[in-house]
């Protein structure tokens, strides 16, 4: 024959009510401030001093072929191992724009701004991603797109 000798613990109704009220007062404050984008940072440049519109495809070969979105021309081919921040970022691009049922097709706009910030924005859904928060390293791997000459492969 076995015993339970487990005690029940009874905690007093007060503490859980305070700690009930504690975590519904932070729910409702977090959607109150995502609703109404309370606390939220929006950065509104002036001016694009250069920009450009791309088109991202993928290879058979499991590589990313960059294209000038006018001319069609490959400007940059990324290697699986190689630029996998220009992979993250544009993946979930793409994946936004998809959920979002835009086209695969359409460009997207990297962008330098007059106060030297560069973006990489997707028209069709509106989003924007602000390159400069990422490091140098980073932001250099999509400003080289900008500067880089169009070439037949």
Same mark, same amino acid.
């Given at each position: 024959?076995?015993?339970?000798?487990?005690?029940?613990?009874?905690?007093?109704?007060?503490?859980?009510?305070?700690?009930?009220?504690?975590?519904?007062?932070?729910?409702?404050?977090?959607?109150?401030?995502?609703?109404?984008?309370?606390?939220?940072?929006? #950065?509104?440049? !002036?001016?694009?001093?250069?920009?450009?519109?791309?088109?991202?495809?993928?290879?058979?070969?499991?590589?990313?072929?960059?294209?000038?979105?006018?001319?069609?021309?490959?400007?940059?081919?990324?290697?699986?191992?190689?630029?996998?921040?220009?992979?993250?970022?544009?993946?979930?691009?793409?994946?936004?724009?998809?959920?979002?049922?835009?086209?695969?097709?359409?460009?997207?706009?990297?962008?330098?701004?007059?106060?030297?910030?560069?973006?990489?924005?997707?028209?069709?859904?509106?989003?924007? !991603?602000?390159? #400069?928060?990422?490091?140098?390293?980073?932001?250099?791997?999509?400003?080289?797109?900008? #500067?880089?000459?169009?070439?037949?492969?």
């Amino acid at each position: 024959m076995t015993h339970n000798t487990a005690k029940k613990i009874e905690l007093p109704p007060a503490p859980l009510m305070v700690a009930f009220t504690l975590c519904f007062a932070a729910l409702i404050t977090a959607a109150v401030a995502s609703r109404f984008d309370i606390g939220t940072t929006h #950065v509104e440049h !002036v001016g694009v001093q250069q920009s450009r519109d791309l088109l991202f495809d993928d290879a058979n070969t499991g590589a990313v072929q960059i294209r000038d979105a006018q001319s069609g021309v490959l400007i940059d081919e990324i290697v699986p191992g190689k630029d996998g921040f220009v992979r993250m970022v544009m993946r979930g691009l793409a994946r936004d724009r998809l959920m979002a049922g835009g086209s695969k097709s359409a460009p997207f706009t990297l962008a330098r701004w007059e106060d030297g910030h560069l973006t990489i924005s997707d028209p069709s859904t509106g989003r924007r !991603v602000e390159l #400069v928060g990422f490091g140098t390293t980073n932001e250099n791997a999509f400003a080289k797109l900008l #500067v880089q000459r169009s070439s037949q492969r």
